[in-house]
């Protein structure tokens, strides 16, 4: 038997195997046809040798889905829990006002203990430099639900030895749609969430539990229920998704540098809290044209369910 140094035990293993199951298939059919069943013997043998058994982590990931939400939901409370405390304990160092009084939100801080702590009472609580809104508004949720979609691929190709075209489809789409988020991050910084809202049970319970365990249960769905798309309906899914985007893509970017004065000359209202109401271009279409394109592209995602 040949062996390897490079490869050493799995070279001597493989090639043991290989011998076994050749002198195996000789010693039942005899040694009539000797080259074929060598190569029937050492291609089932690779066959075998080969088999996709899955990452473990996903698996577990697929199976303690309830138990995975229960704990991020009992995080939420804790999270809640703690920036509500901490928003009432000064700053060691000093804030931009020269000051080490914490920045609260206008609407998390009217006295109600319960609102306040659903809300969030202090705008941007912080561990140092570190800001936790902004880190809870993506890469957590956006993450995990991406890898809640591994585990429902996995577990298809492990039932069936394939995965159908819907469930590919739409992991596909969510794909792209977490990554450029998740890559576009500094988009989130002028968005309501970080610029007005405090952070509380309302946005840690839907940036950690919401997000992961909701936008991954077209793809939970279709591991369980198979469906196979007509590569027609396909390219039409795909084409709501495309639409979809471009509409709340661009609106988003023309909204985000309107106010980073980027576009000064597009026009707008001033309203009575202040702030300017965009009111030209994709705005002038609509005041939600991005919940529009947002819509679009949920649709894609639930239509290759069926």
Sequence with gaps: ????????????????????????????TGNEGLLEKIAFAVGGTAAQGFKFEGLPELDFV?????????????????????????????????????????????????????????????LNPR????????FCELRPGMLLWFVFNLSCLQRQYQKLGFVHN???????LQSFYIFDGVLNEEGCLTMMDITTDGFGFMLAFGDLTWVPFTYCLQARYLSLVEVELSNEITCLIGAVMVLGYWIFKSSNNQKSHFRQGKLPDLKYIQ?????????????GL???INYFGDILIAVSWCLPTG
């Design 1 to 28: 038997m040949a062996q390897s140094y490079v490869n050493g035990t799995l070279v001597d293993a493989v090639n043991g195997t290989l011998v076994d199951a050749v002198n195996e298939t000789i010693a039942i």
């Design 166 to 172: 819907s469930l590919v489809l739409v992991c596909c």
């Design 62 to 122: 697929y199976d303690h889905f309830f138990e995975l939400m229960i704990i991020t939901w009992e995080f939420s409370i804790l999270l809640s829990n703690f920036v509500y405390l901490s928003s009432f304990v000064p700053l060691r160092g000093v804030n931009g006002k020269g000051t080490k009084e914490r920045i609260l939100a206008t609407g998390g801080n009217s006295g109600n203990i319960i609102f306040d702590w659903f809300i969030g009472r202090e």
């Design 127 to 134: 561990i140092g430099n570190w800001d936790i809104k902004l």
């Design 271 to 283: 309203t009575d809290r202040g702030t300017r109401l965009l009111i030209e271009g994709w705005w």
């Design 286 to 288: 609509s005041q939600h």
